[in-house]
């Protein structure tokens, strides 16, 4: 069953209508609930093979999405949701290994701010190799035409079955996360627009080994999703000391306030400290007038 609301709901698909305008707080949750030779979910998605006509197309089956056999070099299989998006967008996907394989090159895939048209795709993939015998984290630039694409950050991770994998990109700022914790990053600026989405890639025809089964994208436009990948965060590392490990943005609020709590009972303290200071003071001095002036 599908659903499309402006809000979510219960269903195991749900998302959000295009404004037409620069949508804000647009998302989109499914669990592949369908079996389709090519993803759709009732038009929701637009296909690298279909619509891009260089690439291959992203299947289904329950609660599992994976790419079709590959139809040529880097023709990776390639969805993106429908409907306007804003410029920043969270993507997250939780992995699943059917067959573990140890050879090269097996990847899941996010995408940000992608564009597919026919003969191009542009925007910023996000790729996770599943291959245990060659492990790395990618964010690449697709430039367009097929095989044109460049390099901007990687790091030698791999995902395993069961893996949340999470991407968000910020201005021009794209963080990669694995179960939570901050994997990569790097900075393009050369596109502002386009929608999430989802790929694979592979060396041979080991489609339906591994895929995803979870896929949520949204807009990261909040507050506390800016905070967490900012400078705020630069700045609570370099702030922080042990007593208070930094552990995410709730994390950091926390140790905020225990920091204010802190420095509050070291003002008070040392207000006594005046405080009682200055009383000795006074006593001094009026023990001395007593002296002086025979005061007993």
């Not at 994976?66 to 949701?81: C, H, S």
């Not at 967008?89 to 996010?110: D, F, M, P, W, Y």
């Not at 395993?160 to 179960?179: C, E, P, Q, R, W």
Request: proline share 3%; net charge negative.
């Amino acid at each position: 069953m599908l659903c499309l609301v402006l809000a979510s709901c219960s269903s195991s698909t749900t998302g959000s209508a295009s404004n037409g305008g620069g949508a804000q707080n647009q998302s989109y949750t499914t669990d592949f609930p369908l079996t389709e030779a090519v993803i759709s979910e009732s038009g929701k998605w637009i296909s690298g093979g279909t619509t891009g006509v260089d690439w291959d197309n992203v299947q289904t089956t329950t609660n599992f999405a994976f790419g079709t056999p590959p139809t040529g070099q880097y023709t990776d299989p390639t969805a993106v949701l429908t409907g306007t998006w804003a410029a920043d967008q969270t993507t997250e996907a939780t992995v699943r290994i059917k067959t573990v394989n140890a050879s090269c090159c097996h990847e899941v895939e996010l995408r940000l701010r992608t564009t597919i048209a026919p003969h191009s795709i542009t925007g910023y993939e996000i790729n996770c190799s599943v291959a245990t015998g060659n492990l790395y984290m990618q964010v690449v630039r697709w430039n367009g035409p097929l095989n044109s694409f460049t390099y901007v950050a990687t790091s030698p991770t791999g995902c395993a079955d069961g893996d949340v994998l999470k991407a968000t990109i910020v201005g021009s700022t794209i963080t990669v996360y694995k179960n939570g914790v901050q994997i990569v990053q790097g900075t393009d600026s050369n596109y502002a627009s386009g929608a999430p989405g989802i790929g694979f890639y592979e060396t041979d025809n080991n489609v339906g080994y591994y895929g995803f089964s979870s896929f949520t994208a949204s807009d990261a436009t909040s507050q506390s999703a800016q905070l967490v990948n900012g400078p705020f965060q630069m700045h609570l590392k370099q702030e922080q000391s042990a007593l208070f490990p930094f552990d995410g943005f709730e994390g950091s609020m926390r140790a905020i306030g225990e920091k204010r709590q802190l420095q509050s009972r070291l003002e008070n303290r040392a207000a006594a400290c005046a405080t009682s200071k200055m009383n000795g003071i006074h006593r001094y001095k009026a023990a001395a007038l007593r002296e002086a002036s025979c005061v007993v």
